[in-house]
């Protein structure tokens, strides 16, 4: 209860705190599709569509939940990780054991870290994390300025559009998950990102028909890629995304 309690006040508190703030440097409306965990669906199914559009997406994984069975899904495999970092794709890091920032301590998460980036290094040697994201979303104000030193970026799941000045280490994103969001809701997303100039960036688990609470249905990511077409929105990963944004 009361690690609760401090688990959601150090995730408020990191929105407001330890900022990295970055200005976008112009007008540049793009998006970005990552996946968490992730699923065999998103690295086949996913992977497929988002390469048929000419887009690549971002992976955030945790080495504990590699080929392993879960409630929902059946975790990617090593085989398919490799596809996934040679087809272009970006690999970037969760916690190894999927645990949330706001119940490790600085060296528990170091630990954390440096078994996630060995596991991934130890199947190709080329792939490097560059960016993270929180496992379950929870950001933590103290492990906030810690993950800077190690990771370019770090992405919540604080719904809304990248813009302006953004905050590199708690880089919102919006779900591409049926039961939060709808083709409208998608549409309002990318609406607001070609208003704004912004960097819009979705996240989602398993693709297929039949999707879990948390994944969303290869129709729905059909019509988030064809929305960015329709509006010359590039689709690229978190790292191009960076680039471009000189960040
Ligand atoms: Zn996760």
């Given at each position: 209860?009361?690690?609760?309690?401090n688990?959601r006040l150090s995730n408020r508190l990191a929105r407001h705190f330890r900022?990295?703030?970055?200005?976008?440097?112009?007008?540049?409306?793009?998006?970005?599709?990552?996946?968490?965990?992730?699923?065999?669906?998103?690295?086949?199914?996913?992977?497929?569509?988002?390469?048929?559009?000419?887009?690549?997406?971002?992976?955030?994984?945790?080495?504990?939940?590699?080929?392993?069975?879960?409630?929902?899904?059946?975790?990617?495999?090593?085989?398919?990780?490799?596809?996934?970092?040679?087809?272009?794709?970006?690999?970037?890091?969760?916690?190894?054991?999927?645990?949330?920032?706001v119940?490790?301590?600085?060296?528990?998460?170091?630990?954390?870290?440096?078994?996630?980036?060995?596991?991934?290094?130890?199947?190709?040697?080329?792939?490097?994390?560059?960016?993270?994201?929180?496992?379950?979303?929870?950001a933590s104000v103290w492990?906030k300025?810690?993950?800077?030193?190690?990771?370019?970026?770090?992405?919540?799941?604080?719904?809304?559009?990248?813009?302006?000045?953004?905050?590199?280490?708690?880089?919102?994103?919006?779900?591409?998950?049926?039961?939060?969001?709808?083709?409208?809701?998608?549409?309002?997303?990318?609406?607001?990102?070609?208003?704004?100039?912004?960097?819009?960036?979705?996240?989602?688990?398993?693709?297929?028909?039949?999707?879990?609470?948390?994944?969303?249905?290869?129709?729905?990511?059909?019509?988030?890629?064809?929305?960015?077409?329709?509006?010359?929105?590039?689709?690229?990963?978190?790292?191009?995304?960076?680039?471009?944004?000189?960040?």
């Amino acid at each position: 209860m009361l690690s609760d309690l401090n688990g959601r006040l150090s995730n408020r508190l990191a929105r407001h705190f330890r900022a990295a703030p970055h200005r976008l440097p112009m007008y540049a409306p793009m998006v970005s599709f990552t996946f968490d965990d992730a699923p065999d669906s998103a690295a086949s199914e996913g992977a497929a569509l988002l390469e048929a559009h000419g887009g690549r997406g971002t992976f955030y994984l945790a080495g504990s939940l590699i080929d392993q069975p879960g409630d929902h899904w059946h975790g990617l495999s090593n085989d398919a990780i490799v596809r996934l970092h040679r087809a272009g794709h970006e690999i970037g890091c969760h916690t190894f054991s999927h645990l949330r920032a706001v119940d490790l301590d600085e060296s528990a998460m170091a630990r954390e870290i440096e078994r996630n980036c060995s596991y991934f290094h130890g199947i190709d040697c080329s792939i490097r994390l560059e960016n993270f994201a929180y496992p379950y979303g929870l950001a933590s104000v103290w492990r906030k300025s810690q993950l800077a030193k190690t990771f370019r970026s770090a992405r919540g799941i604080l719904p809304g559009v990248n813009s302006d000045v953004i905050d590199l280490q708690f880089l919102r994103a919006s779900p591409l998950i049926d039961c939060e969001i709808d083709t409208r809701g998608v549409d309002r997303y990318f609406d607001e990102a070609v208003a704004s100039g912004g960097w819009l960036i979705f996240y989602g688990h398993d693709i297929v028909d039949q999707p879990s609470p948390y994944g969303c249905t290869p129709t729905l990511l059909r019509h988030a890629l064809k929305a960015a077409e329709r509006r010359n929105m590039p689709i690229v990963t978190v790292v191009e995304a960076l680039r471009r944004i000189g960040a």
